[in-house]
Structures are given as structure tokens and as C-alpha cells.
């Protein structure tokens, strides 16, 4: 139940097109939602994040959709660009014993063509 | 965004020799942090979570003797593999949470590879 699942597991798009990356989840005592990007040999950096009292959240090119009753949330990346090819990952957080937990996605591997 | 700071970046050692991973956050204060272990092309796999002035509290499967976690102060974590062996040659990741606004930020991560 406190698992995340994305998809899909790799991603290929146009330059200039849009890339989207979906997740679900199971747990509604998730209260927190943030999108990683990673690229080889770095650690994840956050992109965005949403609370689930919203259901849409934009920052520049990316933008992420929250639908609380399908328990899904999905990160869109508008405009790819080649430099956005990297590993997405979806979390939710959760609070367990009074501490802090934030459950990864599988990852996506997202490569813009140029 | 906030940064987290982690040092070595990579490290090559012995076999049977121990290493030490430090993260730090620079500009919060960090109450929790957390440990990963990245295989390749694979997910974030949280070791431990660390609260600071208080003991890591262990996932299932992760031997607590070998990664001995020590969270000082509220900036600084330090991860220790000890008796390195080459199945603990991996990607190490920590996470720090800013208490402010609840985001989770990571470090660069540390190569470690043991001979």
C-alpha cells in the first residue's frame, strides 16, 4: 500500500514536444508529492512538487496534474528539450512513527530527440 | 532550491577497509536525513532514516553494524560502510528534508568502490 508505481519506464519524444510521466498511488495518507530529475552520476534534483489539496501546479515547462480521487498524478514537460533527457522520478511522502518517509518511483528514462 | 552538500563525490578502497560519506545542509536545518543506495538504472533504495541526536532507524534487509549512520547536529549526517566489500560498491545518496517547507532535497552522491 506504500508503494508508488510510474510509468512508463522510458520515454522517447521530439524536441519541441511533450514528454508526460504518470503516477499512482495507493496510500491517501500521502501528503506530498514531488518530481526528481536525474542525470547520470548526480544525485536527484527536485523539479516541482504539489499538495493534494491542488490539482494543477506549473513551474516554466513543467507542470504537474493532481487528480486526488484516481490517487494518480502526472508530471508534463512542455517544450522537451534535448537537455531535459535524464531519469524522472515520481515520490510521495508520508509520515510513519513520527518520522518522515518519501517512497520513490521505478523512474523513467526520458530521451528528447534533437 | 535549498543544497545539500556531500563529500566524497567518489572513493575507491581496499576491501576490508571502511569509508565515511558525509552530507551536509547548507543553508537549513535538518531534523531528518536519509541514506539511499542507487544500483544502476534502478531506483532510489532507502537504507535508513536519521534523526538528528537520536538513533537511525533501519529498513528491512540493511545490516546496521555495516552502515553505521550518525546524525550529530542538524547539519551534518555521516554514513559509514564498515569492512568494505566489493557487493557494497555502489551509488550512496543522502537526502536531507527541510522542516520549512517539507521538500527533500539530495546530495551529489558518492561512488564507492571497493577493490
Sequence with gaps: QQQVKQSPQSLIVQKGGISIINCAYENTAFDYFPWYQQFPGKGPALLIAIRPDVSEKKEGRFTISFNKSAKQFSLHIMDSQPGDSATYFCAASIITSGTYKYIFGTGTRLKVLA | ?115
Design chain 2, 1 to 115: 532550491g535549498a543544497v545539500v552538500s556531500q563529500h566524497p563525490s567518489w572513493v575507491i578502497c581496499k576491501s576490508g577497509t571502511s569509508v565515511k560519506i558525509e552530507c551536509r545542509s547548507l543553508d537549513f536545518q535538518a531534523t531528518t536525513m536519509f541514506w539511499y543506495r542507487q544500483f544502476p538504472k534502478q531506483s532510489l533504495m532507502l537504507m535508513a532514516t536519521s534523526n538528528e541526536g537520536s538513533k537511525a532507524t533501519y529498513e528491512q534487509g540493511v545490516e546496521k553494524d555495516k552502515f553505521l549512520i550518525n546524525h550529530a547536529s542538524l547539519t551534518l549526517s555521516t554514513l559509514t560502510v564498515t569492512s568494505a566489500h566489493p557487493e557494497d560498491s555502489s551509488f550512496y545518496i543522502c537526502s536531507a528534508r527541510d522542516p520549512g517547507g517539507g521538500e527533500a532535497f539530495f546530495g551529489q552522491g558518492t561512488r564507492l568502490t571497493v577493490v
